[in-house]
């Protein structure tokens, strides 16, 4: 294939880490609250420790309930002027596991936090906080010639029902925020993008699973999963639509995938049956074939890259031999930035075709940017995980 002048020349100048090397988006500063420890004695704390921000984009808070006794309790949270950003009780039992539970955005600089309870066993500590940034603070921009990232929420139309229709595939785009040790054991956190499949069952990539200082080998092990959180909303939404990883039910490092089953937080929302349900293309690719990466570049709120098309639809999976067993990746000339990693590519009729990994970069001899193809990571799970892909396909393949 003859590489345009343009795009070879983007794959030159980039220089992002190898594809060995791939990990989730540094996002956001992890803290430790000071003293943040609740009970029926101490019913308050003012949360210390946070970045001196100014302008937070929001705080989220993990707080862990020990709770020997099945006692009552209620926690609120506060803004700094009063007002409750959040409430649960003892109703949200993910609160009371070693884990603990994350709250949904915060919208104040140094929130209150309050328990209620009539037992003195019940003890309630905040035990990790996070501030949230309004972007990555060293986004990776892999550009591509013709077109550019779009914040969706700002974007026009040329008709009503292009709108709505780029309107609910988006719905179901969410940034995952994980939140982890690295390899020097100190808490760090990130941010990738990814789409949500059914009403509860998450698609990203396999390398959003650990800090970008991580062992590989940790990845989605341990206590990864039910430190991440799923935002699906809009960032103008008077409510967040964010969700809790409860299970991860498939990852494979050589497809860069995993999916993983949600659960609501415990002050969110429940799970609905998303407007449309993604329809996940089963067929081979041709080169050309116009495309749409839905995404979250650079960790912004949801956005578009349009007026792209697959380059080589046949491209070998990033770990592994380049023999034809294994073929299993596409390259594409949609922009992307770090955060983008999990981000769907849809095809022009709404099929979901690929799921976009890697940035242009040296280590492989190949313009563009790298997704792995839907159909790869189908037939795996069908010959790994037969019942998941019965619930995927029965999901999905319906009206």
């Known amino acids: 294939m003859k590489i345009p002048a343009t795009i070879a020349l983007v794959a030159t100048l980039a220089c992002p880490a190898a594809a060995q090397e791939a990990r989730g988006t540094k996002f956001g500063i992890a803290f430790k609250p000071i ?4 009970s029926k004695a101490r019913k308050r704390v003012e949360i210390a ?30 803004a700094t002027t009063g007002q409750v950003l959040s409430a649960f009780d003892q109703k949200a039992s993910a609160c009371e596991t070693e884990a603990g539970c994350w709250t949904r955005r915060l919208n104040s600089k140094l929130p209150a936090v309050q328990l209620s309870t009539q037992s003195a066993n ?19 921009y892999s550009p591509m010639p013709g077109n550019t990232n779009e914040l969706l929420a700002g974007l026009s139309f040329p008709n009503t029902n292009e709108k709505v229709a780029m309107q609910t595939l988006a719905d179901d785009l969410g940034m995952l925020i994980g939140s982890g040790p690295g390899i020097d054991g100190k808490l760090a956190n990130w941010c990738c993008s990814g789409t949500r499949l059914t009403s509860d069952l998450f698609m990203t990539n396999w390398h959003c699973g650990g800090a970008d200082s991580a062992l590989a080998a940790s990845f989605w092990q341990g206590g990864i999963c039910g430190s991440t959180i799923v935002d699906m909303s809009w960032d103008s939404d008077d409510e967040g639509r964010e969700y809790a990883c409860q299970k991860v039910e498939f990852s494979s490092k050589d497809l860069d ?46 956005s578009v890259t349009r007026g792209c098309s697959v380059l080589n639809p046949n491209v070998a ?50 313009p563009g940017n790298f997704a ?13 995980n037969d019942p998941l892909y019965k619930e995927l396909m029965a999901a999905t393949s319906g009206p």
């Open 49 to 78: 420790g946070a970045p001196s921000q100014d302008e937070p984009r929001y705080y989220r808070l993990r707080i862990k309930v020990a709770n020997p006794g099945n006692e009552d309790w209620s926690i609120v949270i506060r």
């Open 257 to 302: 995938v995993a999916i993983i089953r949600l659960t609501p937080l415990a002050d969110g929302p429940a799970l609905s049956r998303p407007l449309l349900l993604p329809k996940l293309n089963e067929e081979p690719l041709t080169a050309g074939e116009s495309v749409t990466v839905l995404h979250h570049p650079a960790c912004v709120a949801k």
């Open 35 to 38: 003293d943040a420890v609740l």
């Open 122 to 140: 019940v003890r309630a500590e905040v035990v990790d906080g996070l501030y949230m940034p309004s972007q990555v603070a060293s986004p990776f």
């Open 372 to 384: 792995v193809n839907v159909a790869a990571i189908l037939a795996e799970i069908k010959r790994t």
């Open 317 to 366: 999976t990033w770990t592994g031999p380049e023999d034809a067993a294994s073929i299993t990746e596409f390259t594409h000339n949609c922009t992307t930035e770090n955060g983008s990693s999990g981000g769907p590519v849809f095809a022009s009729d709404g099929r979901i075709i690929g799921l976009h990994h890697l940035g242009v970069g040296p280590m492989r001899m190949e």
